[in-house]
């Protein structure tokens, strides 16, 4: 068994996967995540194809090794594939309620 590639960058996961599901759509960007509250963003550099599904799970396929820039966090190397970007949650027990982590 082959393990996929997994990536952290700030609030994101980002995990390899065998393929863009069909129902994506193509989209104009390399930006995969927005910061709420600063305005910062994650982009992609290098050739590269993001995707969007209809509930909104943001997919992209790597042509090469390409780079993650964000503001406040280092430079990521990603390795040619196709993955989906994963927004961290975090579960708060006292108000028994589920979030995203903002960035």
Aim: net charge negative; proline share 4%.
């Amino acid at each position: 068994m082959i393990w996929p590639k997994i990536y952290r960058h700030g609030d994101l996961s980002i995990r390899q996967v065998a393929k863009i599901p069909d129902n994506a759509t193509q989209l104009s960007t390399t930006i995969i995540a927005l910061g709420e509250k600063t305005g910062h963003h994650h982009q992609l550099v290098g050739q590269v194809q993001v995707y969007e599904t209809p509930d909104k799970q943001v997919l992209f396929e790597a042509k090469q090794d390409v780079i993650v820039k964000h503001q406040e966090h280092n430079t990521l190397k990603i390795a040619k594939g196709n993955y989906v970007v994963i927004h961290e949650r975090e579960y708060d027990p006292f108000k028994d309620i589920e979030q995203e982590v903002i960035d």
